[in-house]
Each structure stands twice: as structure tokens, then as C-alpha cells.
């Protein structure tokens, strides 16, 4: 079973940045692509940045140019380093692998007040 913990979210002014991070227990991690997800108010979980097995990202347009998702295989975490927020980044913050295919963890409450 596969622990998934999300750290580092918190309420930023709008302009703001934020680095998440997610760990698990084990080397879990390596062979996956790995996931950022965010859950707005009243919206369902959609995935904002994906990273290879190689390191190489992808990314919504929503977050492209402001967001950077890197992995650590070393420490077994994926980051997500968030520039330039505004308050539609507002939500809960998971991680799992993509396709999705571990339980979902707690996440991390980012808030962007304006």
C-alpha cells in the first residue's frame, strides 16, 4: 500500500510563490510517471503538471510558464515549485502517479487570497 504525503501549502497573497512537495515511504516513485492533481471549490481533481520517468514535464495550459514539477529520485519526491499564483490556483494539491493508480493522500491546501 502506497502512503502518499503532500507538504508545503498554505495561504500566499496572489503574485505569490510555493513549493509542494510529495513523499512516500520506499522507492515507489521511480518507476512511474508522477502527478500533480488539484481539486478547486466545487471542482473535480484535474491534473496541472505530469513529470516522465526521464524528467521530462508536462503541463496544463492553466499553470504552463508558472508551475515546474521536478523529481528527486535520491530523496523519492516530486516538487511542485509555484510561481506567479493567482486565486484560481485555489484548491487541495495531490500527488500520485499518471495515470492515477495509488489512494489518494490528504493533499495540501493551497489558498492565493487577492
Known amino acids: 500500500q502506497v502512503q502518499l504525503v503532500e507538504s508545503g501549502g498554505g495561504l500566499v497573497q496572489a503574485g505569490g510563490s510555493m513549493r509542494l512537495s510529495c513523499a512516500s515511504s520506499?522507492?515507489?516513485?521511480?518507476?512511474?510517471?508522477m502527478g500533480w492533481y488539484r481539486q478547486g471549490p466545487g471542482e473535480q481533481r484535474e491534473l496541472v503538471a505530469r513529470?516522465?520517468?526521464?524528467?521530462?514535464?508536462t503541463y496544463a495550459d492553466s499553470v504552463k510558464g508558472r508551475f515546474t514539477i521536478s523529481r528527486d529520485y535520491a530523496k523519492n519526491t516530486v516538487y511542485l515549485q509555484m510561481n506567479s499564483l493567482n486565486p484560481d490556483d485555489t484548491g487541495v494539491y495531490y500527488c500520485?502517479?499518471?495515470?492515477?493508480?495509488?489512494?489518494w493522500g490528504q493533499g495540501t491546501q493551497v489558498t492565493v487570497s487577492s
Open positions: 500520485n502517479r499518471w495515470p492515477p493508480g495509488w489512494s
Open positions: 520506499g522507492d515507489v516513485f521511480s518507476g512511474y510517471y
Open positions: 513529470i516522465s520517468t526521464g524528467g521530462e514535464p
